[in-house]
């Protein structure tokens, strides 16, 4: 098995533009390391220049900073750009799949990047710290600068789950929002009387007088 790993910056901005705020999830965890290059290794590398598509496959795994995404496969698909330059051909197609690089993935003028979407699919799970987010598919809309993950979405951070059909994420409002098929969104969070978040990734809130917390005097 043959691991393919790139580092492309011009692929962390498609992934991750500048917001002004958080959000309460792990997939918030892309714009927050949006300075950090990403590191994608993978089982192999398909490219099909006339679909301007490119696949990895085979325990995919994103890592950005401290965010990292893992799914079964991830499909990139790009727009063509006459900076591009395609690799010379290589002796075998292993060697290609470990070393090629994202045909157009590199910024073009005003350092734009060429890439248009991501799909991330099968099992899904992004983590930053001790947030996580599962779901079967996520697609990052680089143009709208919009994640959406989908299929028995999961948010969680300790002990508070939070459950639905769909997470969405505006990266560069930082409003996220989950919504359900059946109309009704669940959630299990855990008391906040031990200092703990009351909702995935929201702020700690002080521990009660009394209960030995950082407030008591010295």
Same mark, same amino acid.
Request: charged letters at 20%; aromatic letters at 2%.
């Given at each position: 098995?043959?691991?393919?790993?790139?580092? *492309?910056?011009?692929?962390?901005?498609?992934?991750?533009?500048?917001?002004?705020?958080?959000?309460?999830?792990?997939?918030?965890?892309?714009?927050? &390391?949006?300075?950090?290059?990403?590191?994608?290794?993978?089982?192999? $590398?398909? *490219?099909?220049?006339?679909?301007?598509?490119?696949?990895?496959?085979?325990? @995919?795994? +994103?890592?950005?900073?401290?965010?990292?995404?893992?799914?079964?496969? /991830?499909?990139?698909?790009?727009?063509?750009?006459?900076?591009?330059?395609?690799?010379?051909?290589?002796? &075998?197609?292993?060697?290609?799949?470990?070393?090629?690089?994202?045909?157009?993935?590199?910024?073009?003028? !005003?350092?734009?990047?060429?890439?248009?979407?991501?799909?991330?699919?099968?099992?899904?799970? @992004?983590?930053?710290?001790?947030?996580?987010?599962? !779901?079967?598919?996520?697609?990052?809309?680089?143009?709208?600068?919009?994640?959406?993950?989908?299929?028995? +979405?999961?948010?969680?951070?300790? %002990? &508070? @789950? /939070?459950?639905?059909?769909? $997470? *969405?994420?505006?990266?560069?409002?930082?409003?996220?929002? +989950?919504?359900?098929?059946?109309?009704? @969104?669940?959630? /299990?969070?855990?008391?906040?009387?031990?200092?703990?978040?009351?909702?995935? %990734?929201?702020?700690?809130?002080?521990?009660?007088?009394?209960? !030995?917390?950082? &407030?008591?005097?010295?």
């Amino acid at each position: 098995m043959v691991a393919c790993v790139l580092t *492309m910056i011009a692929l962390g901005e498609a992934l991750a533009q500048k917001t002004d705020r958080g959000v309460p999830n792990a997939v918030q965890g892309f714009a927050q &390391n949006r300075d950090q290059p990403i590191q994608i290794e993978a089982a192999t $590398l398909e *490219m099909r220049d006339k679909k301007k598509e490119a696949t990895f496959a085979g325990n @995919v795994k +994103v890592v950005q900073g401290d965010t990292t995404m893992t799914s079964k496969s /991830l499909v990139v698909f790009y727009d063509s750009t006459s900076a591009a330059a395609a690799p010379a051909p290589a002796a &075998n197609s292993k060697a290609v799949a470990k070393s090629a690089p994202i045909p157009a993935a590199s910024p073009g003028p !005003g350092g734009s990047s060429s890439i248009r979407r991501l799909e991330a699919r099968g099992n899904v799970r @992004v983590t930053q710290k001790d947030q996580i987010v599962t !779901g079967e598919t996520a697609v990052f809309d680089t143009k709208a600068n919009m994640v959406t993950m989908v299929g028995g +979405v999961v948010l969680s951070q300790g %002990g &508070n @789950v /939070l459950r639905g059909d769909r $997470l *969405m994420v505006d990266m560069t409002t930082g409003v996220s929002r +989950v919504e359900s098929d059946s109309g009704r @969104v669940q959630g /299990l969070f855990q008391s906040s009387g031990q200092g703990g978040p009351a909702i995935p %990734g929201g702020p700690p809130t002080a521990p009660p007088p009394g209960s !030995g917390g950082s &407030n008591k005097p010295k």
